[in-house]
T-cell receptor
Framework: DQQVKQNSPSLSVQEGRISILNCDYTNSMFDYFLWYKKYPAEGPTFLIS?????DKNEDGRFTVFLNKSAKHLSLHIVPSQPGDSAVYFCAASGSSGAGSYQLTFGKGTKLSVIP | DTAVSQTPKYLVTQMGNDKSIKCEQN?????MYWYKQDSKKFLKIMFS???????INETVPNRFSPKSPDKAHLNLHINSLELGDSAVYFC?????????????FGPGTRLTVL
C-alpha cells in the first residue's frame, strides 16, 4: 500500500515555462512534506518542504502547495531551466520517536526541461 | 568536504556471500538511516540509528544488520546475499527535529548480486 503516490512517471516542459509536479498521500498523520531532487548516480538532495499546518511555501523559483482536505501537494517550478531536469521525489514525514523521522517516498517523477 | 559518504559506490558479488557497505557523515548529525531503492525505484527506509540506538526496523530480513561504531558512522552488513538484494542502498543523516525533518543523503551504493 503506497502511502505517497506520484502518478506521473515523467513530465516534459519547455524552458521558461512552469513545471507542476503532483503528489497524493493517504496518511493524515504526516506532519511534514518534502520534495527531493535526484540526478543520476547521486543521492537525493533536499529541495523544499512544507508543514502540514501551512498551505504554501516558496523558495525562489520553487513553490510547494498543500491541500490537506484533498491530501494533495504540488511543486511548481517557474521558470523551468534545463538544469532542473532530474527525478523529483515527494516525501512525507512522520515521527518515529526519539527525534527520528521516517520519510515515506513516492516513486518519483522524471522532469525533462527542453531548451 | 563530502557531507555523507558511502563506500563502495559499486559492489558486485555472488549469491551467498557476506558484504558490508560503509557510511560516514561529517555533519555532526545525531540520527543516521539506511534506505533501499529497488528495481521499481521506490525508496524505502530500512533502519535508523539515534545515539547508537536502533529506532526503526521496517520488516527487513535479519540477514541485514546495521552497526554504528560511533555517531558519525552507520555501516550495513548483509549476510547470505540473495538475488533480490540487488538494489541501490542510500545512507542518510539528520538532526533530531532538524529543519523540516530534512535528511541528507549519500551518493548511494549499487549492489548487484549474481
Amino acid at each position: 500500500d503506497q502511502q505517497v503516490k506520484q502518478n506521473s512517471p515523467s513530465l516534459s516542459v519547455q524552458e521558461g515555462r512552469i513545471s507542476i509536479l503532483n503528489c497524493d498521500y493517504t496518511n493524515s498523520m504526516f506532519d511534514y512534506f518534502l520534495w527531493y531532487k535526484k540526478y543520476p548516480a547521486e543521492g537525493p538532495t533536499f529541495l523544499i518542504s512544507i508543514s502540514s499546518i501551512k498551505d504554501k511555501n516558496e523558495d525562489g523559483r520553487f513553490t510547494v502547495f498543500l491541500n490537506k482536505s484533498a491530501k494533495h501537494l504540488s511543486l511548481h517550478i517557474v521558470p523551468s531551466q534545463p538544469g532542473d531536469s532530474a527525478v523529483y521525489f515527494c516525501a512525507a514525514s512522520g515521527s518515529s520517536g526519539a527525534g527520528s523521522y521516517q520519510l515515506t517516498f513516492g516513486k518519483g517523477t522524471k522532469l525533462s526541461v527542453i531548451p | 568536504d563530502t557531507a555523507v559518504s558511502q563506500t563502495p559506490k559499486y559492489l558486485v558479488t555472488q549469491m551467498g556471500n557476506d558484504k558490508s557497505i560503509k557510511c560516514e557523515q561529517n555533519l555532526g548529525h545525531d540520527t543516521m538511516y539506511w534506505y533501499k531503492q529497488d528495481s521499481k525505484k521506490f525508496l524505502k527506509i530500512m533502519f535508523s540509528y539515534n545515539n547508537k540506538e536502533l529506532i526503526i526496523n521496517e520488516t527487513v530480513p535479519n540477514r541485514f544488520s546495521p552497526k554504528s561504531p560511533d555517531k558519525a558512522h552507520l555501516n550495513l552488513h548483509i549476510n547470505s546475499l540473495e538475488l533480490g538484494d540487488s538494489a541501490v542502498y542510500f545512507c542518510a543523516s539528520s538532526l533530531p527535529g532538524g529543519v523540516a525533518h530534512e535528511q541528507f543523503f549519500g551518493p548511494g551504493t549499487r549492489l548487484t548480486v549474481l
